[in-house]
């Protein structure tokens, strides 16, 4: 079966690419992971990458200061090394430019925890308490120029508890987001050419 050379995109804990790094190593599997890329040379997923024997490489975003087209032409750069055909964007915390997601669309996938079209950008499960929501949950979805608004390819819901906090129902949905996005990766890669 084809595998589908992928890297996944981190800017910090890295606990969702450790599910796809993880779920990659099935045999059937349609990803193979080449590279784990950072924006941030301090973030933790690295190490793990590495503990994985996956390639890491790191382009700080600081010294592009708010010329994001140059840090993306570096990133874009070392993808075309490796020879990239799907992105995972998993805890990538910047906003990418049209020009990017362009280049990429059809090719990159992204992972966000809400029940979107509810709560596109930060502090979702905040948003989702304070609305008084009786579920949240998390998305993986197709990236496209706005943020947070691609088609959803698969979503996993969870109760919102009365008791709920922040750390608690990060809690709840963490887990299901390890589970989700292996799953919607795999699917996204049946509809690459
Ligand atoms: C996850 O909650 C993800 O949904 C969001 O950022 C967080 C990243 O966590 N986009 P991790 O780095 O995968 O542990």
């Known amino acids: ?22 779920a990659a190593t099935a045999s059937d599997y349609p990803a193979e992971p080449k590279l784990v890329l950072s924006n941030r040379p301090d973030a933790a997923g690295l190490q793990i990458a590495t503990k994985h024997r996956v390639q890491t490489a790191c382009v700080d975003h600081k010294p592009f200061g708010s010329d994001r087209e140059a840090f993306e032409r570096q ?11 799907i992105i995972a964007l998993a805890g990538f915390m910047r906003v990418l430019t049209p020009w990017f997601v362009r280049r990429w669309t059809g090719r990159m996938i992204n992972i966000h925890p809400s029940l979107l079209p509810k709560y596109p950008g930060l502090n979702t499960h905040q948003r989702a308490i304070d609305a008084g929501d009786p579920e949240a949950g998390c998305s993986v979805h197709w990236v496209t120029e706005g943020v947070d608004e691609g088609a959803v390819i ?13 750390d608690s129902l990060a809690a709840r949905i963490l887990p299901l987001e390890h589970e989700l996005y292996p799953r919607a990766l795999a699917e996204a890669c049946q509809s690459l050419k």
């Open 75 to 85: 990133m874009d750069a070392i993808l075309q090394e490796h020879q990239i055909e």
């Open 1 to 22: 079966m084809k595998k589908h050379r992928l890297a996944i995109l981190i800017s910090g804990r890295g606990s969702n690419m450790e599910a796809i790094l993880s």
């Open 154 to 166: 698969a979503q996993a819901k969870a109760p919102i508890l009365p008791d709920d906090t922040v």
